[in-house]
């Protein structure tokens, strides 16, 4: 049974940084792209960043500048550092790990931004 597991969420400021991990385990075997995905209140789930297993990065253009994702295939392990977060920032963040056969998803980690 594969799992993924996100730490890292919490309450920062405005202005202020955190960083998200993923663990996977389980039976993966290859992975095509690990990323993370958002989905704040009354809004569709919409992308942050992906990775490849080639080490390309993608980045929504929100947050281009501000995050940076990385990530170790080997270990199955992706991570999001954010920096000079805003209020719209706030949402639960998922992480994703695209396989040949399927992708599979982490439970979502709070993140908000406030004062």
């Known amino acids: 049974q594969v799992q993924l597991v996100e730490s890292g969420g919490g309450v920062v400021q405005p202005g202020g940084s955190l960083g998200l991990s993923c663990a996977a385990s389980g039976n993966i075997f290859s992975i095509n792209a690990m990323g993370w995905y958002r989905q704040a209140p009354g809004k569709q789930r919409e992308l942050v960043a992906t990775?490849?297993?080639?080490?390309?990065?993608n980045y929504a253009n929100s947050v281009k500048g501000r995050f940076t994702i990385s990530g170790d295939n080997a270990k199955k392990l992706v991570y999001l550092q954010m920096n000079s977060l805003k209020p719209e920032d706030t949402a639960v963040y998922y992480c994703?790990?695209?396989?040949?056969?399927?992708?599979?998803w982490g439970q979502g980690t709070q993140v908000t931004v406030s004062s």
């Open positions: 990775i490849t297993s080639g080490g390309s990065t």
């Open positions: 994703n790990m695209n396989t040949p056969s399927r992708p599979y």
